[in-house]
Nanobody, 125 residues
């Protein structure tokens, strides 16, 4: 059974860093494009970053460019989101999602096949 599990969230002060992990079972992530998305309280879901199946192409929402980095782990079934210089407005539940095979990840979130249950990131002093 396919399962995506996010981890690494928590409480961090402004300016701090966190690394989120997305681990899959029942699916080999290296064959799929992966995305990170977030949803803050009272707000719409927002695409944060996508990475292609090869890892050669990444993209980011403008608000996190230069601060967040998406990457594939040496372990084939893990994708990371390194978040630096965190701001209070980064506070949200962060989700990873898998695109259909041979399809790209879209920051709109449209067409993503599988979603994890999320991990909460709170940026506050």
């Amino acid at each position: 059974q396919l399962q995506l599990v996010e981890s690494g969230g928590g409480l961090v002060q402004p300016g701090g860093s966190l690394r989120l992990s997305c681990a899959a079972s029942g699916l080999t992530l290296e064959n799929y494009a992966i995305g990170w998305f977030r949803q803050a309280p009272g707000k719409e879901r927002e695409g944060v970053s996508c990475i292609s199946s090869s890892g050669g192409t990444t993209n980011y929402v403008d608000s996190v460019k230069g601060r967040f980095t998406i990457s594939r782990g040496n372990a084939k079934n893990t994708v990371y989101l390194q978040m630096n210089s965190l701001k209070p407005e980064d506070t949200a539940v962060y989700y990873c999602a898998v695109a259909p095979q041979f399809r790209p990840c879209l920051l709109s979130g449209g067409g993503m096949n599988y979603w994890g249950k999320g991990t909460l990131v709170t940026v506050s002093s």
